[in-house]
């Protein structure tokens, strides 16, 4: 029997980000998870994001959260980023994509998944949102993704 290259999924993980309270911004004001190392240099990344609306007040309609890449080689960090979760500002990071939120209903949880190749030796995301009000939480968990012949 010839080997076959298949997928390898590591553990679901969770990433540390503060989303609850997070500010919307029209200026590219958010917020970064920290870094993480890429100790088993996944070729492959799956982020999923969840972000709940405001709980208290209607947000503006058909607006977005912008999730973007962060990458480091260690030293220098995409955007200024810090190594550990805190404010960021987005300027130059490569936006992975957007979540749309599409009604202006209170505590309603919308999601995305988003694919990272090669995310190198450390990575991790931002997030800014512009629903014109503060979100209320918000969850953000990775799986690396490796091809092994077997």
């Known amino acids: 029997m010839a080997n076959q290259i298949l997928a390898e999924h590591g553990t679901p993980t969770a990433m540390t980000i503060t989303l609850a309270s997070l500010a919307s911004s029209t200026t ?35 607006t977005n959260g912008y999730v973007y890449l962060i990458k480091s080689d260690g030293t220098l960090k995409s955007d200024s980023a810090d190594d550990s979760d805190a404010g960021w500002t987005a300027v130059n990071a490569r936006l992975l994509g957007v979540i749309r939120f599409t009604a202006v209903t209170q505590s309603v949880e919308y999601q995305g998944e988003f694919l990272v190749h090669n995310p190198g030796p450390v990575w991790g995301i931002g997030i800014v949102q512009d629903t014109g009000q503060d979100l209320s939480a918000g969850v953000v968990r990775f799986t690396t ?6």
């Open 145 to 150: 993704e490796n091809q092994e012949v077997q």
């Open 28 to 62: 590219g004001i958010g917020r970064q998870s920290t870094l993480i190392t890429n100790t088993d240099i996944a070729q492959m990344v799956h982020i999923y994001v969840g972000l709940t609306t405001n709980a208290s007040t209607d947000i503006t309609a058909n």
